[in-house]
């Protein structure tokens, strides 16, 4: 019997997946993944097929559960940020309905990101915060859904007696399929279409993207955070940053991308060029992609993320994020972040997603 179960909420996403495998890396685990959908090629996980959105089917599908820790990396994207709120606020609290009464559960672990400084979607960088980015910041004024994701989880945890954490992400790269914010796949398409076309690879950010400074967040170093902050006492119902531990300038990033996939680096044109325009209306061609080169038959709004790319790319400040609280509770991390990108480009090379 194994006495640390995980249950992983979000198991096939980005963040979900590198948590599993960290868990099974590390051994000693017995690991539970909740999905829309079971996970492809993780005989590891125990998988348990879940809408999160549907309350009685949430509550019967994990009433057989007894985990230790839960690991919450799931979110839904609503038609505004009333909704989201709504939304993801309903989801967590069906998780937690579901084991609120057991006693088992020690510490759950809540994903964020850098959202709760800059602010939701619909008013996404009009803010200009201070940075780098600390967790003693106060929250804005407008409305958060990750808000309110930190209250239930730290409401549960009082009245039920568990810990917790919450992890504030910047942009994550990492390997997953599917997912709605993945800027790893979305760049790899582009380039490889790039690449096979003679369109441009042209930066499609903001001057200060660019040539400011920026970090970036690994889905493997989230994953070995989490995991830390569920295990370590003293991390216990705090909040963290949670970014690979180095800052870098797209200016280079960019070239090294280029470098990868061999094709000439177009000229920056000093302004806003949105990449969701210049992958518009590209499914065929990478449909053609495919099949020359015997890829995995994803279709490309299925791989690439291009509107989130853009608004990762499109902010008209720096940001960075300050890594000295995790620091200072323990958690030493960090992660070359061009080696991030390498190491994903990789990945989806070796599982013939992009050629």
């Given at each position: 019997m194994y006495q640390k179960r995980a249950l992983i909420v979000g198991a096939t996403g980005i963040v979900g997946l590198n948590v599993a495998e960290h868990l099974r890396d590390l051994g000693g685990w017995e690991i539970h993944g909740a999905s829309r959908r079971p996970p492809f090629g993780s005989s590891y996980i125990i998988p348990h097929t879940v809408d999160l959105l549907k309350r009685e089917e949430a509550l019967t599908a994990l009433a057989d559960l007894s985990p230790t820790h839960i690991f919450y990396c799931s979110w839904t994207l609503g038609g505004n940020e009333d909704e989201n709120i709504r939304l993801n606020g309903d989801m967590l609290r069906n998780v937690l309905d579901a084991f609120?009464?057991?006693?088992?559960?020690?510490?759950?672990?809540?994903?964020?990101?850098?959202?709760?400084?800059?602010?939701?979607?619909?008013?996404?960088?009009?803010?200009?915060?201070?940075?780098?980015?600390?967790?003693?910041?106060?929250?804005?004024?407008?409305?958060?859904?990750?808000y309110e994701l930190e209250d239930v989880v730290i409401d549960y945890a009082a009245r039920?007696?568990?810990?917790?954490?919450?992890?504030?992400?910047?942009?994550?790269?990492?390997?997953?399929?599917g997912n709605l914010m993945n800027i790893g796949a979305t760049l790899a398409t582009h380039a490889s279409i790039c690449k096979a076309t003679g369109q441009p690879f042209r930066f499609p950010g903001t001057p200060t993207a660019y040539r400011g400074l920026n970090d970036i967040t690994d889905a493997r170093i989230l994953a070995k955070q989490i995991?830390?902050?569920?295990?370590?006492?003293?991390?216990?119902?705090?909040?963290?940053?949670a970014v690979n531990g180095d800052v870098?300038?797209?200016?280079?990033?960019?070239?090294?991308?280029?470098d990868y996939f061999e094709i000439p680096v177009a000229e920056y044109p000093a302004e806003y060029n949105s990449l969701a325009e210049q992958m518009k209306d590209r499914g065929v061609e990478w449909d053609k992609i495919v099949a020359e080169n015997g890829l995995q038959p994803n279709r490309l709004d299925?791989?690439?993320?291009?509107?989130?790319?853009?608004?990762?790319?499109?902010?008209?400040?720096?940001?960075?994020?300050?890594?000295?609280?995790?620091?200072?509770?323990?958690?030493?991390?960090?992660?070359?972040?061009?080696?991030?990108?390498?190491?994903?480009?990789?990945?989806?090379?070796a599982e013939r997603i992009i050629p």
């Amino acid at each position: 019997m194994y006495q640390k179960r995980a249950l992983i909420v979000g198991a096939t996403g980005i963040v979900g997946l590198n948590v599993a495998e960290h868990l099974r890396d590390l051994g000693g685990w017995e690991i539970h993944g909740a999905s829309r959908r079971p996970p492809f090629g993780s005989s590891y996980i125990i998988p348990h097929t879940v809408d999160l959105l549907k309350r009685e089917e949430a509550l019967t599908a994990l009433a057989d559960l007894s985990p230790t820790h839960i690991f919450y990396c799931s979110w839904t994207l609503g038609g505004n940020e009333d909704e989201n709120i709504r939304l993801n606020g309903d989801m967590l609290r069906n998780v937690l309905d579901a084991f609120a009464n057991k006693g088992c559960v020690q510490h759950v672990g809540v994903v964020t990101g850098t959202k709760h400084y800059l602010g939701p979607f619909e008013d996404y960088g009009k803010v200009q915060p201070i940075t780098p980015f600390r967790e003693t910041a106060p929250r804005l004024s407008k409305k958060n859904f990750y808000y309110e994701l930190e209250d239930v989880v730290i409401d549960y945890a009082a009245r039920f007696g568990f810990g917790w954490s919450v992890h504030r992400s910047h942009t994550i790269i990492g390997y997953a399929v599917g997912n709605l914010m993945n800027i790893g796949a979305t760049l790899a398409t582009h380039a490889s279409i790039c690449k096979a076309t003679g369109q441009p690879f042209r930066f499609p950010g903001t001057p200060t993207a660019y040539r400011g400074l920026n970090d970036i967040t690994d889905a493997r170093i989230l994953a070995k955070q989490i995991v830390w902050a569920g295990t370590e006492p003293n991390a216990r119902n705090e909040a963290f940053n949670a970014v690979n531990g180095d800052v870098f300038r797209w200016e280079q990033l960019w070239k090294a991308i280029a470098d990868y996939f061999e094709i000439p680096v177009a000229e920056y044109p000093a302004e806003y060029n949105s990449l969701a325009e210049q992958m518009k209306d590209r499914g065929v061609e990478w449909d053609k992609i495919v099949a020359e080169n015997g890829l995995q038959p994803n279709r490309l709004d299925r791989l690439a993320s291009p509107w989130h790319t853009d608004l990762d790319l499109g902010r008209p400040m720096e940001c960075v994020h300050s890594m000295t609280k995790a620091r200072s509770f323990g958690f030493a991390e960090t992660q070359d972040t061009e080696r991030s990108f390498i190491d994903v480009f990789d990945r989806l090379r070796a599982e013939r997603i992009i050629p």
